[in-house]
């Protein structure tokens, strides 16, 4: 299985284009780039002000005030102070970097750049994850409409935090194909005592979510992993907020693989039979003849 990056490479490989360049004396040059992330997520690098010797990587999300009532901003505070900047309009952060002042430290300032989607959601984890160091349970439940009809909700206990993501499945395939995928976190922990509790309901929420809004339907899915103290504390955290941050996107990506390989094992099946039906031709008719030469026909054929 394919793990995601959790960093956007075009934005990081612009950065360092621009760094390199500066640092080699070339003239700078405009720049001015709109990418499209995952969860309708925005980046857009460009030159504020016309200042060919300034760099400004935005971000626009539109959860973002969601992740904002759980500390999203002090969290972007605290690993970009020096180079924020008022957010671009529409958008939520703006770091803004100098080419005449490259930082030597620049590989670790545009790999920070390039996580700047991951930065802002892993807000809501570390305080919740905190929440369960401290031993805080009873804290009001975090809900993050990531998508336009999925949402993740993250709440603490003394032993756990429990994150709950609901999905919506396109077609009927990708709900039996998710469940069996599902299933291999399932049979790991089995193997594994050390991963994460994950569970799968289809069409219901969760009991969790039983006095809440969540929506209901046959194309609605809802994944609920159970973190305990050795996944959200120590070195594990970071590691843990890089891989479930990424969760829906990583399950459907997953999901359209094995439809792209399913297809292209019926194509090539269909391809077989197909060579098989050409190769299967009807013998031609021998005509028999008599012994003075005339051809010879059964009676009953007339």
Do not use: W
């Amino acid at each position: 299985m394919i793990l995601l990056e959790i960093n956007n490479r075009i934005v990081s490989e612009t950065l360092t284009l621009k760094f390199n360049n500066a640092l080699s004396g070339a003239k700078p040059e405009a720049v001015d780039v709109t990418i499209a992330d995952f969860d309708g997520v925005l980046y857009h690098i460009s030159n504020p002000n016309n200042d060919k010797n300034k760099i400004r990587v935005s971000i626009s999300l539109k959860f973002y005030t969601d992740l904002q009532e759980h500390g999203a901003d002090e969290l972007i505070q605290r690993e970009y102070g020096p180079y924020l900047t008022e957010a671009e309009d529409g958008y939520n952060v703006s770091l803004i970097y100098d080419l005449e002042n490259v930082p030597d430290n620049y590989e670790e300032v545009v790999h920070k750049a390039g996580i700047l989607k991951r930065n802002c959601f892993a807000s809501v984890f570390e305080r919740y994850f905190e929440f369960q160091e401290k031993g805080e349970s009873g804290k009001k439940r975090a809900v993050v409409h990531y998508r336009d009809d999925e949402t993740m909700y993250v709440q603490a206990q003394k032993d756990r935090v429990t994150v709950i993501f609901s999905t919506v499945f396109k077609d009927d395939d990708d709900v039996v194909i998710g469940k069996v995928f599902l299933q291999e976190f399932s049979d790991t922990r089995k193997r594994f005592q050390q991963a994460p509790q994950v569970l799968f309901s289809h069409r219901d929420p969760p009991r969790e979510l039983k006095d809440t809004d969540a929506a209901t339907g046959n194309n609605i899915g809802y994944i609920t992993f159970v973190l305990f103290p050795r996944h959200t504390t120590g070195a594990s955290k970071e590691n843990t907020i890089n891989l479930i941050h990424t969760l829906r996107n990583y399950l459907h990506y997953h999901i359209k693989c094995s439809k792209a390989y399913i297809h292209s094992r019926m194509r090539a099946k269909a391809s077989d039979f197909l060579k098989v039906l050409n190769r299967a031709r009807p013998e031609a008719k021998k005509e028999k003849k008599t012994i003075t030469g005339k051809s010879f026909v059964r009676a009953g054929n007339f």
